[in-house]
């Protein structure tokens, strides 16, 4: 598992994907959540604006990430 720092309260999923590197811009991660290619918290997620917190997991392509803080 993989871990994401944020700074702030939340982060929405699609800027998410992008800070990670897994989407190059926007329209990207847009898309691939769109596609239900992007599970929050073990659920299929097809808003790109939802909003990610400190514990959260994301898993793309059988890869996952755990949303910490400093």
Known sequence: MEKV???T???QLQ???K???IAENGSMAKEMI???MVLVNGSM???PGKKIFVGDQVTVE???YEV???
């Open 19 to 21: 800070w990670c590197g």
């Open 45 to 47: 997620e097809t808003s």
């Open 68 to 70: 910490v803080t400093e």
């Open 15 to 17: 800027q998410l994907l």
């Open 5 to 7: 720092f944020i700074h």
């Open 62 to 64: 059988d890869i996952q």
């Open 34 to 36: 769109r596609d239900g």
């Open 9 to 11: 309260e939340y982060i």
